[in-house]
């Protein structure tokens, strides 16, 4: 048995977006495959056996050792992969986005890297000045907000906070205040699939989407969210993923790139994702796998 499309999962939210993704594979007319945390051992032995087969790779599998075999049989077999392992580990480097973006004339907060703690455990001195006298502190490689601490104000806290997470680099950087718009502030969440792009409000302090509508893209040039995701795209070279762009003097990218979506959807959850959007993102990715017949 040859699948079109393989959708490994076991986190319980992805629910609706596994949904959706079967709901975009009848539309397509095209097969789809889940393994889930009840049927892994058998698929996996199937996969191994060559009883049964898949064309393209939609992993939600990550982050879970037992899952890894999926993925090792695709990237061994030259299966399509969406946003292959590889790819996502060098993009979520914020540490290694950050130089990209910066050559790619992309705006970015003013940003000191650190070497890992376990690279240089004493620091040599440090300027600060260039990231104001509070910042931000984060690891290269959190999500999620994991491991970010707001509105530090000295070196101490960077020395702690770099024991941490003491494999990863970390980034200083300074906070960015974003333009009020509407009286809402103007900091966004883009998300991009298959060279899609979807704009949304997203509150820092509450995490609620609300998705920028056609009028306000015109009215407030806020098309601009669109081109600047496009262009993170073609760096990163994802086929789906997201981004945090604010709009101060001008738009400011200020996490680069989630690859890794939380696909709670808004009906479900306050800061879930608009369904809508969620929607699309599931007809998309079909919409590659239907691409690799």
């Not at 399509?80 to 950050?98: F, Q």
């Not at 707001?150 to 020395?159: R, Y």
């Not at 879930?272 to 599931?282: S, Y």
Request: glycine letters at 6%; charged letters at 25%.
């Amino acid at each position: 048995m040859r699948y079109d499309l393989c959708l490994p999962w076991y986190w319980e939210y992805d629910d609706v977006f596994v949904k959706a993704v079967e709901c975009a594979c009848g539309e397509a007319g095209i097969s789809l495959w889940q393994v889930t945390p009840h049927n892994l051992l058998e698929s996996v032995t199937a996969l191994y056996k060559g009883t049964t087969t898949f064309n393209t790779l939609l992993n939600r599998g990550q982050g879970e050792p037992t899952f890894e075999p999926i993925s090792r049989w695709a990237r061994e077999h030259g299966a399509r992969r969406i946003n292959p392992a590889e790819l996502s580990a060098w993009s979520e480097d914020k540490s290694t986005m950050h130089y990209e973006f910066i050559h790619a004339g992309l705006n970015t907060p003013h940003t000191i890297i650190l070497a890992s703690f376990l690279e240089e455990p004493a620091l040599s001195p440090i300027d600060l000045s260039p990231v104001g006298e509070t910042f931000v502190i984060k690891p290269s490689n959190g999500g999620g907000g994991e491991g970010v601490i707001l509105g530090a104000t000295g070196m101490d806290q960077i020395l702690r906070a770099r024991m941490e997470f003491p494999r990863q680099k970390y980034l200083i950087q300074s906070p960015i205040i974003p333009r009020a718009i509407d009286g809402k502030p103007a900091w966004f969440r883009v998300f991009y699939a298959n060279h899609e792009t979807y704009p949304c409000w997203w509150a820092p302090d509450t995490h609620v989407y609300q998705t920028v509508t056609p009028g306000e893209e015109t009215e407030y040039g806020l098309d601009k969210l669109r081109d600047i995701t496009s262009r993170i795209a073609h760096i990163c070279r994802l086929d789906w993923f997201s981004t945090e762009i604010a709009l101060a003097d001008d738009f400011v990218v200020v996490d680069y790139v989630n690859d890794e979506i939380d696909t709670r959807v808004q009906s479900r959850a306050m800061d879930g994702v608009p369904d809508q959007i969620i929607d699309d993102i599931a007809r998309q990715l079909v919409k590659i796998a239907k691409e690799n017949l």
